[in-house]
């Protein structure tokens, strides 16, 4: 499984591809969703409580645009991934009335922040991408307020069936509309059937959350079984 962390050469690699999605990110993702992500994005939306909410690897904003009534901080370690996602959340927050949300560079393994500094931290399909995923759980727990929920979303792999139609999915499915969108056969999307090959199990996510310290660790595949609800609390004091 790959907690054992990401060769230097592989993370760079792999922000090159994640920063030529920007352009065609959502109607990718939605197709390769078969339209589900915004249920799926609304559902973790409705699960924060009120207060100070981090996003970790917000990419271009397409789950902070729609978070309302909160504070929001969105950490991603792409510079041009915080920018397109600034203009794009802060002006949905302004013409709702919202404060602007705080845009940071960083990673989830090293988080610029207090402790016990957000009411809730959130992470929608970059959790997968996590270079050393222990740590940034731990890091996530370090700045999360006692009893405040971590929430999790990334595609599901309940066994190895699963996570073989899953490859199939995103080969064949997936791989042939990024290619006739983005005009190119060496398409970034080819990084996602990677990082979902090395992607543990949903069940090895529930002890790694709950080995680094998190209570009331639950998973919840989604309908249609493409995704996966990771969530859990910090300690109460
Ligand atoms: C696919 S985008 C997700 C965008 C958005 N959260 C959404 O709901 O669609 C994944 C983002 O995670 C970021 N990312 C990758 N590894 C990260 C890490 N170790 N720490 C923080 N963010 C990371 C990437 O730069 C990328 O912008």
Redesign the pocket.
Known sequence: MDARGMEDSEWDE??RN?LA?IPV?DRI?RFATLGQVSRW?RIVRDLLPSGRVL??????G??AEDVSGHDLVC????PE?LISAEERVNSARSSRGDPPAEFIE????DLPFEDNSFDAVC????FR???DKKA?LEESLRVLRPGAPLIIVDPSKMNRIHGFLGVLLMKVWVGTYARIICGEKEHPWKWLTKTYKEFGTTRDYVKMIGDCGFEDVKARVIFPGMATIWSARSPSE
Do not use: H, K, V
């Not at 960083?106 to 393994?109: L, S």
């Not at 992470?123 to 970059?126: I, Q, Y």
């Open positions: 792999l922000q994640l999605t990110y993702n994005r996003e970790i690897g917000c990419g271009p397409s789950f950490l991603d370690p792409i991934m960083g990673t989830a393994e992470s929608l399909f970059s991408d996590w270079f940034g």
